[in-house]
């Protein structure tokens, strides 16, 4: 198989946005982060393995490029420092355990510094994906009606149908794409297409992005607050997003500023999220539970700190495709901006249902680190009595 990963830009930009903060701030930091497959029907064959194995081996072999290197350098809030550290940067394979001791018959885990480990995950994710669907699908049936069902979706938001209104959306599926070249074909597209009344920011995929000439969106995961908030054993985890925001904008200041709520709940985030933190951040990021619920407490939450939430901006990122985005768009246009970042329903749309993988964050600086989003099982942590502490811990501040 052609190699997959073909540049080291090939991510998502926020693993570039919190990779600058761990360099100047948590360089020290360790973690392993495990591989994990959600889908109850899927195997991975041996030689499934073998290839991800390889591919793996070969997106390793992989440097920044002078043309790169400038290309971020660009990027506002990218720093010479980082610039130059990534100069230098490379993957390690002996980071990596690749393994079938897995129900699904793949087992990945990598361990090492959080600089290194944190950039594994998303391109690991794409290989996995392109591996499991040219070698367990007939992949040109595949791609055949990915790009049929891309036309029929693009041409719902053009001019001449208008069936759909998203106001601004990005495309979010690297993580988890049919391939590079459906991923691609998406891009492109999306950038030329005649929009009613919907805007194509740009993708999450770097790589792309700088192919096209577009914006590469995106700002922190979820591993940025658990690592901050809980990789210090010193620190009450409840305080976690209190910690991560402190740190960010450090950073950045009043720069590439998208808060996400719900790692340890959206109800325990606005707790630190004051008038300072408010102010600064330009908006935030909804990734799980009732969108809804979610934005009128958001909206809530700003006018009882007396800043107009027409000014701020709902990222809506969970689980979206366009006729959802229209009706949060719809329900919340004249209240805030809204913005959508739509993943696997623009990268992964065919007859075939997308895998659902993750690979996260599951230990920092030797202890368990764990995340309590808006609705169960979106966690992974490897251990249960860890999570109840960490539960206890927002409780106990909830009741403060």
């Known amino acids: 198989m052609e190699q997959i990963i073909k540049s080291l830009l090939e991510t998502d930009m926020y693993k570039f946005s919190m990779g600058q903060v761990i360099f100047h701030q948590f360089s020290d930091y360790k973690t392993t982060w495990t591989f994990k497959c959600r889908n109850k029907d899927v195997f991975f064959t041996h030689e499934m393995v073998q290839e991800i194995k390889n591919q793996i081996k070969s997106y390793c072999t992989l440097r920044f490029t002078e043309q790169e290197l400038q290309y971020l350098d660009n990027i506002l809030w990218i720093k010479g420092s980082y610039i130059d550290f990534l100069r230098l940067w490379k993957p390690r394979f002996e980071d990596f355990e690749i393994t079938t001791n897995a129900e699904c018959g793949l087992s990945i885990e990598t361990k090492g510094t959080w600089l290194n480990t944190s950039m594994y995950e998303i391109p690991v994710l794409a290989i996995v994906n392109e591996v499991y669907f040219r070698m367990a699908h007939d992949y040109e049936h595949l791609i055949k009606i990915f790009n049929e069902k891309l036309e029929e979706k693009v041409g719902w938001l053009e001019i001449h149908q208008g069936k759909y209104h998203l106001s601004a959306f990005s495309e979010f599926g690297l993580r988890r794409r049919l391939s590079a070249e459906a991923q691609e074909n998406a891009v492109k597209r999306l950038s030329t297409a005649k929009y009613c009344s919907s805007t194509f920011v740009g993708t999450s995929n770097v790589y792309l992005a ?5 914006i590469p969106t995106g700002t922190q995961a979820h591993e940025y607050i658990m690592c901050v908030g809980q990789g210090n054993h010193k620190h009450n985890p409840a305080y976690s997003n209190w910690y991560a925001m402190e740190s960010w904008v450090k950073e950045y200041g009043i720069l590439n500023g998208t808060a996400l709520t719900d790692t340890i709940t959206t109800d325990c985030f606005l707790r630190d999220f004051n008038l300072t933190y408010t102010t600064l951040f330009s ?106 502490y960490l539960q206890r811990c927002i409780n106990w501040r909830m009741g403060q």
């Open 210 to 214: 700088m192919k096209n000439n577009l």
């Open 283 to 388: 908006g935030v990021r909804h990734d799980s539970g009732d969108p809804y619920e979610w934005g009128e407490k958001i909206i809530k939450h700003y006018k009882d700190l007396g800043i107009d939430p027409q000014t701020k901006t709902l990222l809506f990122s969970d689980s979206l495709n366009f006729k959802k985005a229209d009706e949060i768009f719809r329900y919340f246009r004249g209240k805030a901006k809204v913005a959508f970042g739509i993943g696997t329903y623009i990268s992964n749309d065919t007859d075939v249902e997308p895998l659902n993988i993750v690979m996260k964050v599951t230990k920092c600086n030797g202890q368990d680190v764990a995340k309590l989003s808006d609705v169960e099982g979106k966690g992974m942590c490897k251990n249960p009595e860890y999570v109840e």
